[in-house]
Antibody
Framework: EVQLVESGGGLVQPGGSLRLSCAAS????????MSWVRQAPGKGLEWVAN????????YYVDSVKGRFTISRDNAKNSLYLQMNSLRAEDTAVYYC????????????WGQGTLVTVSS | SYELTQPPSVSVSPGQTARITCSGD??????AYWYQQKPGQAPVLVIY???ERPSGIPERFSGSSSGTTVTLTISGVQAEDEADYYC??????????FGGGTKLTVL
């Protein structure tokens, strides 16, 4: 059974940093593109970033470029999102998702982890 | 920036057919995907590559495409289908984009 379990969310002050993790199991993690998708409270879904199987390609939504870094450790079956210079508008539930391709669909999602940026 | 446009809400009675549209200029060249999201839960993929249905998704869910508009159709709507539905595709450069979402209300 495919499982994606996020962790690392919490309350952080504006300008602060946070690192999200996603533990994957039930599939060959190193064979898939992986992504982060977020959802602000009461709002819609927004793709944040994705990363190629070997980590050699990474793509970001414009609003997080230069502040967020996606990475992965295939030996640990884990995906990460390092978030720096956080802003109030980054407040959201962050989902880890398995991607079919860099521009394709997300067939499995984690349960999400809430990030709140507030003073 | 590229946008996918969905109606904010759609309402249907049980047993009727619900149709949710998603419009975008790049849709003739890019596949569309659909997700169902119930309150407090993660999204679930219900349609991929415009009209393909993942295993485990009921047959009443179907997808179609015509020009710059894709449509999610739910035939014989049930109370459990009440949820938010999102379309997803990519712009001409391959950047992932989601529609704004449609709240389906089962009357």
């Amino acid at each position: 059974e495919v499982q994606l379990v996020e962790s690392g969310g919490g309350l952080v002050q504006p300008g602060g940093s946070l690192r999200l993790s996603c533990a994957a199991s039930g599939f060959t993690f190193s064979s898939y593109w992986m992504s982060w998708v977020r959802q602000a409270p009461g709002k819609g879904l927004e793709w944040v970033a994705n990363i190629k199987q070997d980590g050699s390609e990474k793509y970001y939504v414009d609003s997080v470029k230069g502040r967020f870094t996606i990475s992965r450790d295939n030996a640990k079956n884990s995906l990460y999102l390092q978030m720096n210079s956080l802003r109030a508008e980054d407040t959201a539930v962050y989902y880890c998702a398995r991607a079919s391709s860099p521009e394709g669909y997300f067939d499995y999602w984690g349960q999400g982890t809430l990030v709140t940026v507030s003073s | 920036s590229y946008e996918l446009t969905q109606p904010p809400s759609v309402s249907v009675s049980p047993g009727q057919t619900a149709r949710i549209t998603c419009s975008g200029d790049a849709l003739p060249k890019q596949y569309a995907y659909w997700y169902q999201q119930k309150p407090g839960q993660a999204p679930v993929l219900v349609i991929y590559k415009d009209s393909e249905r993942p295993s485990g998704i009921p047959e009443r869910f179907s997808g179609s495409s015509s020009g710059t508009t894709v449509t999610l159709t739910i035939s014989g709507v049930q109370a459990e289908d009440e949820a938010d539905y999102y379309c997803q595709s990519a712009d001409s450069s391959g950047t992932v984009v989601f529609g704004g979402g449609t709240k389906l209300t089962v009357l």
